[in-house]
């Protein structure tokens, strides 16, 4: 049973490797007058990546909001301060990383975009 599975795996991941040149050429013909989108890979690939940026953005702040809830409802109690604290570190972790992603994303496509001048 487990050699099927692996076979199938493997099957699998042969095949996408096989067709991936014939889905990426596909994709760089553009048909007219089918009223279809025309962008490009790198733009639906950005706007998926800005999307998510910006989920994790919002979940951030809103976790570093309840964390200073947490922390001011703590009434001296040592381990939920400790928790608000560990809540707001990991929330403000998180919106860097998101920014960092954001800066990431914004320099691969300037240098994949193939723009003139800086």
């Known amino acids: 049973m487990k050699n099927k599975i692996k076979s199938v795996?493997?099957?699998?991941?042969?095949?996408s490797l096989i067709?991936?040149?014939?889905l990426v050429s596909a994709q760089l013909v553009?048909?007219?007058?089918?009223?279809?989108?025309?962008?490009?890979?790198?733009?639906?690939?950005?706007n998926i990546m800005y999307?998510?940026?910006a989920v994790?953005?919002?979940?951030?702040?809103?976790?570093?909001?309840?964390?200073?809830?947490l922390y001011l409802t703590a009434a001296g109690d040592e381990g939920r301060i400790g928790t608000a604290k560990?809540?707001?570190m990991y929330s403000i972790i998180g919106v860097i990383v998101a920014?960092?992603?954001l800066v990431a994303l914004n320099f691969?496509?300037?240098?994949?975009?193939?723009?003139?001048?800086?």
Not at 9 to 15: D, E, G, L, P, T
Not at 31 to 44: E, H, Y
Not at 108 to 116: E, F, N, R, S, V
């Open 9 to 15: 795996a493997y099957s699998m991941i042969s095949m």
């Open 108 to 118: 691969a496509k300037g240098m994949l975009g193939a723009q003139k001048g800086f």
């Open 51 to 53: 999307w998510l940026l």
């Open 19 to 22: 067709l991936t040149p014939a």
């Open 56 to 69: 994790v953005g919002i979940v951030g702040v809103i976790g570093f909001a309840i964390a200073g809830i």
């Open 30 to 46: 553009t048909p007219t007058g089918t009223g279809l989108p025309t962008s490009s890979l790198m733009d639906i690939i950005s």
């Open 86 to 88: 560990n809540a707001m």
């Open 99 to 101: 920014l960092a992603g």
